[in-house]
C-alpha cells in the first residue's frame, strides 16, 4: 500500500523557516504530489502541488514564499517555508496520486497523517 511520511513541522517564530519532508513509499514522486494544510474549525486548503512534468502549482496566500521540490533517488517530496506568518499556522499533510496543476483534495487519493506547524 502507498505510504507518505511526514516530518519537519514544529514552532517558529513570524519570519522564520521551515522546511517539510514527506517520505514515500510504494509511489513514485515523479508523479503528482503536494501539500494541503488544515486549521482547527477550517476547511482544508490546498498549498502547492506538483506534476509529472515538474510543473508547480502554488496558492495565491504562498506563492512567492513557499517553494516545493522533490529528490527522485530518495523519493521524497519537500516544502520549504520562508517568511511564516501566523496565518500559516496548520497541520500540513502530503498527498499522493492527484490531478496535476490543481489544489483540489477530492482528486488525491493518498494522504499522511500530517506534521503540525506553529508559528507565533
Known amino acids: 500500500d502507498v505510504q507518505l511520511v511526514e516530518s519537519g513541522g514544529g514552532s517558529v517564530q513570524a519570519g522564520g523557516s521551515l522546511r517539510l519532508s514527506c517520505k514515500v513509499s510504494?509511489?513514485?514522486?515523479?508523479?503528482?504530489i503536494g501539500w494541503f494544510r488544515q486549521a482547527p474549525g477550517q476547511e482544508p486548503e490546498g498549498v502547492a502541488a506538483?506534476?509529472?512534468?515538474?510543473?508547480?502549482t502554488f496558492a495565491h496566500s504562498v506563492k512567492g514564499r513557499f517553494t516545493i521540490s522533490r529528490d527522485n533517488a530518495k523519493n521524497t517530496l519537500y516544502l520549504q517555508m520562508n517568511s511564516l506568518n501566523p496565518k500559516d499556522t496548520a497541520r500540513y499533510y502530503c498527498?499522493?496520486?492527484?490531478?496535476?496543476?490543481?489544489?483540489?483534495?477530492?482528486?488525491?487519493?493518498?494522504w499522511g497523517q500530517g506534521t503540525q506547524v506553529t508559528v507565533s
Open positions: 498527498a499522493a496520486n492527484g490531478d496535476w496543476y490543481t489544489l483540489d483534495a477530492a482528486t488525491y487519493s493518498y
Open positions: 510504494r509511489y513514485s514522486v515523479t508523479d503528482c
Open positions: 506538483i506534476g509529472g512534468d515538474g510543473r508547480p
